[in-house]
């Protein structure tokens, strides 16, 4: 059973940096993307940022310049370097494996996330 792990949350004040980690237990066919979103208190999960095969990478408005995503394929992980942290980025970060649809080979299929990790908490205080 593919399993995603997110780890590197914590408590940190405002300015400071932190690194998140989503390590996949194995290899997953047909990921078409790689994204990391967050939910907030009372809030809807919510993308922040995506990283597709190509390499071509997606940041939502509030995080953009702060956050960089990449991944280490041989690894099996993906990453989340914050920095500039501010208090709302307060939130539970989760990782998520997107899966391309290939039952229909005639046309490209939708890439929509399937796999989800628990997720790891993020707390920035001023």
């Known amino acids: 059973q593919v399993q995603l792990v997110e780890s590197g949350g914590g408590s940190v004040q405002a300015g400071e940096s932190l690194k998140l980690s989503c390590a996949r237990s194995e290899y997953i066919p047909n990921t078409c993307r790689m994204g990391w979103y967050r939910q907030a208190p009372g809030k809807g999960r919510v993308l922040v940022s995506s990283?597709?095969?190509?390499?071509?990478?997606t940041y939502s408005d509030s995080v953009k310049g702060r956050f960089t995503i990449s991944q280490d394929n041989a690894k099996n992980t993906l990453y989340l370097q914050m920095n500039s942290l501010k208090t709302e980025d307060t939130a539970v970060y989760y990782c998520?494996?997107?899966?391309?649809?290939?039952?229909?080979?005639?046309?490209?299929?939708?890439?929509?996330?399937?796999?989800w990790g628990q997720g790891t908490q993020v707390t920035v205080s001023s």
């Open positions: 990283i597709d095969r190509d390499g071509t990478t």
């Open positions: 998520a494996a997107y899966i391309r649809d290939t039952r229909d080979t005639r046309i490209t299929g939708a890439c929509l996330p399937d796999y």
